[in-house]
């Protein structure tokens, strides 16, 4: 019965924080719900083999993660081209948004469903370390466990993907802001 | 020529380590590298405050919370595992607690014995242990469907998919569709719908083959007599097979629909 206590105690408080990664990852409530079922059984099976090196939150994600990847989904979204841009990149240097101000308006300006759908659209590689870190809260150690990468893989894909990400938003704004960005008062 | 090389590449390097600046995850002499590096380029400088933005804005994210109904169906599914596997465990840890009490038995005034002793008292452990994970040869589809009646039994119905449109695998006259849900059954999706037949409520519960022909007793019954039923917990169940898996119908004895009046689906 200890063995029962522990895990409601120690995983269950995290089955809806598991749902939302899930949500964001599949799109769609009832595949996320199968995934989470999944996850908490294997979870359940397996334990006994949680180490203490590695927070439980951390250890259900990578049960999570591996439990996506039996869908395939995430295979085939990493063949997708993984795009490395420099912060010399020319839309970050010539959109007078990239700067500091302005684009922390830009960004205000973005609903929360745009910017998980900003991320989603990211490569997976870094999607997933984006959604980790910025939005789990995740440590880069956890992070490395989960996904079974280096500590400096991590960081890496982290820096490239956020760069990604606010060129993402940029584009997406440029149509409509371009003309308030370029006076420096973007409304 | 070789020093703006030079340069170039640690700038590259460096806006690699960019993120584990913002966030507070680099040694002292990466942290200083990067601050001597930043104090003399204004794009990575810049990348770094996009950076911290993107990591608050994107914290402030609020999580989706489950709806109550899937709550209700992970919780019962949940509930079936931890109990089974938890009795399990416990029966193991006692045996465990016991094979030491034997063994210091043994051990004490056996010694010249206790070779032998040991064998068979491993030997009676694997037989127990073995026995006891099916006491009666029990099926886990049918124990995962069982529970899953016994969970609708005492709670509302989960309702995750419009009534009208749902077409359960087997119909007889006066039965009509209250709710139909998604489920997991032997750990695959599988597809539940619960009918009410005159005064009763049963079960239905359509499986994918792998599950449905798991099992000997199961392919052996439908081979003979081209279904499976058993008695479990008071409630019978029935096993039909369907053209793609298989259907579960779960309820009270009495209130099962005779064979002759019911109908099956093709899937």
């Known amino acids: 019965m200890k063995r029962q206590e522990k895990f409601q105690r120690l995983v269950r408080p995290w089955q809806d924080r598991l749902y939302a990664v899930a949500l964001r990852r599949s799109g769609n409530s009832a595949v996320a719900e199968d995934r989470v079922q999944d996850a908490l059984l294997r979870a359940w099976r397996d334990f006994d083999a949680l180490a203490d090196e590695i927070s439980v939150y951390a250890w259900l994600l990578k049960i999570l993660d591996h439990v996506s990847a039996d869908e395939h989904r995430r295979d085939q979204r990493r063949q997708q081209l993984a795009p ?9 240097q010539k959109h007078p948004c990239a700067a500091p101000g302005p684009f922390e308006q830009t960004l205000q300006g973005q609903q929360h469903e745009q910017l998980l ?54 584009k997406q704004a440029e149509p409509n802001q371009m003309p308030d960005c370029e006076n420096g008062a973007l409304t | ?94 045996l465990r607690r016991r094979a030491g009490h034997w063994f210091r038995f043994v051990e004490d005034r056996w010694m010249a014995a206790g070779g032998w002793s040991l064998a068979v008292f491993l030997a009676v452990i694997m037989v127990f242990n073995a026995s006891w994970r099916h006491p009666d040869g029990g099926i886990p589809m049918v124990e995962d469907v069982v529970a899953e009646y016994q969970h609708i039994a005492v709670s509302p119905l989960p309702n995750a998919e419009p009534v009208a449109t749902a077409q359960p ?62 008695l479990e917990q008071g409630l019978k169940v029935v096993a039909l097979p369907l053209d793609h898996g298989g259907l579960l119908l779960v309820g009270p004895p009495e209130g099962m629909p005779d064979a002759g009046t019911m109908s099956l689906k093709s899937f």
Request: aromatic residues 4%; proline residues 4%; neutral net charge.
């Open chain 1, 84 to 92: 490395v841009i420099s912060t010399g990149e020319p839309l970050l």
């Open chain 2, 169 to 230: 695998p087997a119909s007889w006259p006066r039965a009509r569709v209250l709710a139909s849900w998604r489920t997991r059954i032997s750990g695959k999706p599988a597809q539940a719908y619960a009918v009410r037949s005159d005064n009763k409520v049963l079960l239905q519960v359509k499986v994918g083959e792998q599950v449905f022909y798991n099992n000997p007793k199961v392919r052996k019954a439908v081979a003979d007599a081209g279904r499976y039923e058993v």
């Open chain 2, 1 to 94: 020529m070789e020093s703006k090389q030079k340069l170039e590449a640690l700038h590259l390097q460096i806006q690699d380590m960019l993120a584990g600046y913002v966030d507070d995850e680099l040694d002292e002499r990466e942290a200083c590298l990067v601050e001597a590096h930043l104090a003399g380029c204004e794009a990575c400088a810049r990348d770094v405050v996009r950076q911290q933005m993107l990591h608050e804005k994107l914290g402030a994210i609020p999580h989706e919370q489950m709806a109550p109904a899937q709550k209700s169906r992970l919780d019962n599914v949940l509930e079936n595992a931890l109990q089974k596997n938890g009795a399990r465990h416990a029966a193991l840890a006692a």
């Open chain 1, 117 to 170: 759908a900003a991320v989603e659209s990211l490569p997976d590689d870094f999607a997933m370390v984006v959604m980790l870190r910025d939005i789990e809260g995740l440590s880069y150690r956890d992070i490395a466990q989960v996904l079974e990468i280096p500590k400096g893989t991590v960081m890496s894909r982290l820096s490239r993907g956020r760069r990604l990400l606010a060129r993402l938003l940029l």
